[in-house]
C-alpha cells in the first residue's frame, strides 16, 4: 500500500507540473467547454450572413435543406427566432452593416445547389424589420464579400465560377465598376488601410488549381506581391463572412491592423499580422515574428502603400493541430473581440462530432493561446461565428458536412462570463483523476521494471547482444538519471506504449502536443537527456522494432520491414539501421542467428 500510495503521490506531481507549465504560458491549455443550447432558427440554413443591427442578432438569406436558396431572415428577440420575408434569395451573399444603421445585402447563386450568381441588391431596415429591393450590382456575383470604408463608399469584390472585378457603391448611384481584379478570388478579405483606401486579397476562386493568395489588389493603386504569402496561403473560408471582424487597430489613430488564418504546406496554421500604421516602419524580421515588408523594388510588383507590412503573430507555442480527440481542423478567418484584445478561430474533429475552438489572446507578445473543445455534440458546424456584444460567441446554422442538411441549431459559448459547467484548466474532472492515476502508476511500474533491466545489460560494444535480450518497443540508449527527467520519461512512455514511432509522418510537434509543451522543450529533452537529436531517437526506436521483425520474419522483404517500422524508404531504414548497429540487415541478421 506504501508502494502504491507513491505512486499515486507521483502522479498527482506529474500532473501538477503540467498544469503548471500551461499557466506559465509555454504550451497550449486545452480546456472542455460546454456550449449553451440556444432556440433553434425557424429554417435550417448555410451560405447566410450573420450580424448585430440595432441590437439584435440577425441572420439572412443562405440555402436550406434540399440546398435551395431562401429568401428569408430571421432575428432573435424575446428568447425566440422571428422569421422576415427578404425581396430575394442571397444564397453565398454578403451583407454589410452601414454607417447608417442600414443593412446593405447583394449578390448570391441564382439557382439550387449553389448554381449561377444574381445582380440582386436590397435594403435591411432594422428598425421595421423590413427590406427593400432597390438596385443591382455591376456584374452577377455569388461568393463576394463588401467593406464600408470611412468615406463612406462599401467596396465590393469577389465571384464564384465567373469573372472578378472592384466595384463600389456610393449609397446614392448604382454600383460601379472601378477596375478589374489582378485575379479571380471566392470571399476576399476587403481590408481598409486607410480612410479612402482598401487592399483585396485572399485564395483564388475554385477554377484555379491551387489557392494562390501571393497578389493583393488596391484600391487606390496597383496590385501587388505580398512575399510572406508565398510560404503562409490564406486559409479558404467555406461561409461569408464580414471583413471587418478581423479588424484590431483603431481607425481614429490611423492605426489599420488585422489577423487573418494562414496555412503552410505541412497544414500547420498560423496567424498573421497585417498592418497599415502611419509610422510602421519596415524593418529586418526577426526571429520570433518573421515580417514581410511589401518591396517596391520586385519588378513583378508595383509599390504597395507606405507602412504596409505583413509577419506571423509571435505566439508562446505553435497552434496546436492535434485535440484531445485528435487532427483539428480549423475553417474560417479570425473573429476579434477588441474589448477584450483576444480572437478567435473555429475548428471541429473529423467526425463533425466535436467543436473546437482557438482562443488569441494577441494583446500579448507573444501570443497567449487556449484551445477549447465540446464533448460530441449533437452537430458541430462549418459556420462563421459572431461576438456578442459581452464577449461570447455564437454560431448559428451552418452545415456539419453536408451542403444538403444545413442545420438549424444556435449554440452559445460564453468567454466573458464562462458558466460553472466550463472546466478549468485541462478540464479534468475527478474521474480523470482517478482515471490518470491508474495509468500513470502502470506506466511508472512498467518503466521502472524496464529501467531496472536496461541497467543490467551488457556495456559491450556490439548492440546484437543488448538487442538479443531488450524488447523492441523497450526504451534506445537513455542516461541513468531517466527516472529524474520527467518529461523525457513522459516522451518515452509515449513511444512505448503509443509506438508513436510507426508512424513515417511523426514531427517533434506531434510529440509536444500529447506531452503538453512546445517542440523547442521536447527537443532539448531528448538532446541532453539521451544525446540523440529528434529524428535520431525516433529512428533507434524504428530500428529496435525492425531488428523484432526480421527475427520473426527472416524471409520477409527489407523494403516491408522498413515501411512497417516507420521508415519512409528503403534507402532510409538501411542507413538508420547502420548507424544504430553497425552493420546492414541481413549481416546483423546473420549473426544474430549464430548467436547461441
Known amino acids: 500500500m506504501r508502494t502504491l500510495f507513491c505512486f499515486f503521490t507521483l502522479a498527482m506531481a506529474l500532473t501538477a507540473t503540467a498544469r503548471a507549465d500551461a499557466l506559465k504560458g509555454d504550451s497550449c491549455p486545452l480546456i472542455r467547454i460546454v456550449p449553451e443550447r440556444m432556440p433553434d432558427m425557424n429554417m435550417p440554413r448555410s451560405g447566410h450572413n450573420i450580424f448585430y443591427v440595432n441590437g439584435e442578432l440577425t441572420v439572412t438569406g443562405g440555402h436550406t435543406t434540399h440546398f435551395v436558396p431562401t429568401p428569408t431572415a430571421e432575428y432573435l428577440a424575446d428568447g425566440k427566432w422571428h422569421q422576415m420575408p427578404m425581396a430575394y434569395s442571397h444564397d453565398d451573399g454578403f451583407a454589410v452593416v452601414l454607417h447608417s444603421g442600414e443593412v446593405l445585402i447583394g449578390g448570391g447563386h441564382e439557382e439550387p445547389l449553389g448554381i449561377g450568381q444574381t445582380f440582386m441588391l436590397e435594403r435591411y431596415h432594422s428598425l421595421t424589420h423590413t427590406f427593400e429591393g432597390f438596385g443591382s450590382l455591376d456584374r452577377r456575383r455569388a461568393l463576394a464579400n463588401a467593406t464600408q470604408i470611412a468615406d463612406g463608399r462599401v467596396i465590393i469584390s469577389g465571384n464564384n465560377f465567373a469573372d472578378d472585378a472592384i466595384a463600389c457603391y456610393d449609397g446614392r448611384s448604382q454600383v460601379q465598376h472601378v477596375k478589374d481584379a489582378k485575379q479571380g478570388r471566392d470571399l476576399p478579405y476587403i481590408l481598409p488601410i486607410a480612410h479612402d483606401d482598401a487592399i483585396i486579397l485572399g485564395p483564388r476562386n475554385i477554377r484555379a488549381s491551387m489557392h494562390d493568395t501571393v497578389w493583393a489588389d488596391r484600391l487606390e493603386g496597383e496590385a501587388f506581391r505580398v512575399p510572406l504569402l508565398e510560404q503562409w496561403k490564406l486559409l479558404p473560408t467555406d461561409q461569408p463572412f464580414s471583413c471587418m471582424a478581423c479588424f484590431i487597430g483603431d481607425e481614429q489613430k490611423g492605426d489599420y491592423s488585422y489577423l487573418l488564418t494562414a496555412t503552410n504546406e505541412s497544414g500547420q496554421l498560423a496567424i498573421i499580422l497585417a498592418t497599415n500604421q502611419p509610422d510602421n516602419k519596415t524593418t529586418t524580421p526577426n526571429h520570433s515574428s518573421p515580417s514581410s515588408p511589401i ?4 519588378p513583378s510588383s508595383s509599390q504597395a502603400p507606405l507602412g504596409l507590412c505583413f509577419s506571423r503573430l509571435p505566439t508562446v507555442c505553435p497552434i496546436p493541430m492535434q485535440g484531445p480527440y485528435g487532427p483539428v481542423f480549423y475553417k474560417g478567418p479570425v473573429v476579434v473581440d477588441s474589448k477584450r484584445q483576444r480572437g478567435y478561430v473555429m475548428g471541429v474533429d473529423s467526425l463533425f462530432h466535436r ?4 482562443a488569441v489572446d494577441y494583446g500579448k507578445r507573444p501570443a497567449a493561446l487556449t484551445l477549447y473543445h465540446t464533448d460530441s455534440i449533437e452537430h458541430a458546424t462549418i459556420t462563421i461565428p459572431i461576438v456578442t456584444p459581452d464577449g461570447d460567441l455564437i454560431l448559428a446554422g451552418g452545415i456539419p458536412c453536408d451542403n ?5 441549431t444556435a449554440w452559445r459559448y460564453h468567454f466573458a462570463t464562462p458558466l460553472p459547467a466550463v472546466t478549468a484548466s485541462t478540464g479534468w474532472n475527478v474521474w480523470l483523476w482517478v482515471v490518470l492515476a491508474v495509468v500513470v502508476i502502470a506506466a511508472i511500474v512498467i ?10 545489460l551488457s556495456r559491450d560494444s556490439s548492440l546484437s547482444r543488448d538487442t538479443r535480450n531488450t524488447s523492441p518497443t523497450s526504451t534506445p540508449t537513455l542516461p541513468q538519471q531517466l527516472g529524474d527527467n520527467e518529461l523525457l520519461l513522459r516522451i518515452c512512455r509515449l513511444m512505448d506504449n503509443e509506438q508513436l514511432y510507426l508512424r513515417n509522418d511523426l514531427k517533434v510537434q506531434d510529440v509536444a502536443v500529447l506531452v503538453g509543451t512546445n517542440s523547442s522543450y521536447v527537443s532539448e529533452c531528448i538532446n541532453s537527456g539521451s544525446g540523440q537529436s529528434f529524428s535520431q531517437f525516433v529512428n533507434t526506436y524504428r530500428v529496435r522494432h525492425a531488428q523484432d ?7 520477409v522483404k527489407t523494403a516491408t520491414i522498413a515501411a512497417e517500422s516507420g521508415f519512409t524508404t528503403e534507402a532510409s531504414f538501411f542507413r538508420n539501421f547502420k548507424a544504430v548497429t553497425g552493420m546492414t540487415p541481413r549481416v546483423w541478421l546473420g549473426q544474430e542467428v549464430k548467436q547461441p
Open 447 to 456: 518503466a521502472v521494471a524496464r529501467a531496472k533491466r536496461a541497467s543490467n
Open 549 to 555: 521483425l526480421l527475427r520473426r520474419q527472416p524471409n
Open 295 to 298: 518591396s517596391p523594388s520586385s
Open 355 to 358: 467543436q473546437y475552438v482557438l
Open 404 to 408: 444538403y442538411k444545413p442545420l438549424a
